[in-house]
Nanobody
Framework: EVQLVESGGGMVQPGGSLRLSCAAS????????IHWVRQAPGKGPDWVSG????????YYADSVKGRVTISRDNAKHTVYLQMSNLKPEDTALYYC????????????WGQGTQVTVSS
């Protein structure tokens, strides 16, 4: 069974930092690109970042570029999202997702981890 389990969310003040983790199981982790997608209350999904299967290429949304770093450890079957200088507009439920066959498609999702940025 394919599983993605996010952790590391929490409540932080503006300017703070968090590191999210996405632990994968049930598939050949090193063969898949992995992405982070967030969803704020009342809004649609918002792609945040992605990393290729071997970790050689990373992608970031303009809204987080310079504040977020995605990385992966294929030996541990885990993808990380290091977030710094967090802003209230970063508040959302953060999901990791396995890339599907089509561009921009995902075929497996985690349950999400909540990030709240508030003073």
């Amino acid at each position: 069974e394919v599983q993605l389990v996010e952790s590391g969310g929490g409540m932080v003040q503006p300017g703070g930092s968090l590191r999210l983790s996405c632990a994968a199981s049930g598939f050949t982790f090193s063969s898949y690109d992995i992405h982070w997608v967030r969803q704020a209350p009342g809004k649609g999904p918002d792609w945040v970042s992605g990393i290729t299967a071997a970790g050689g290429t990373t992608y970031y949304a303009d809204s987080v570029k310079g504040r977020v770093t995605i990385s992966r450890d294929n030996a541990k079957h885990t993808v990380y999202l290091q977030m710094s200088n967090l802003k209230p507009e970063d508040t959302a439920l953060y999901y990791c997702a396995r890339a599907g066959l089509g561009m921009g498609s995902y075929d497996a999702w985690g349950q999400g981890t909540q990030v709240t940025v508030s003073s």
